[in-house]
């Protein structure tokens, strides 16, 4: 049981980290890194083609 609780735990903050970083990278007006887009169940080639 704590396996698993610390596994979401670990799980939860590795997409938190991904959103905090991808939204950095907008505001900077950079591509955020595909693995961070990924990790939020984003598709890398669909978020770059948005805007155009």
Do not use: H, W, Y
């Amino acid at each position: 049981m704590a396996n698993r609780t610390l596994s979401a735990v670990g799980n939860f903050l590795d997409v938190f980290g991904s959103a905090v970083a991808a939204s950095r990278a907008i505001e900077a007006g950079r591509q955020p890194r595909a693995r961070d887009l990924k990790a939020l169940g984003i598709n890398p080639d669909s978020f770059a083609r948005i805007g155009r």
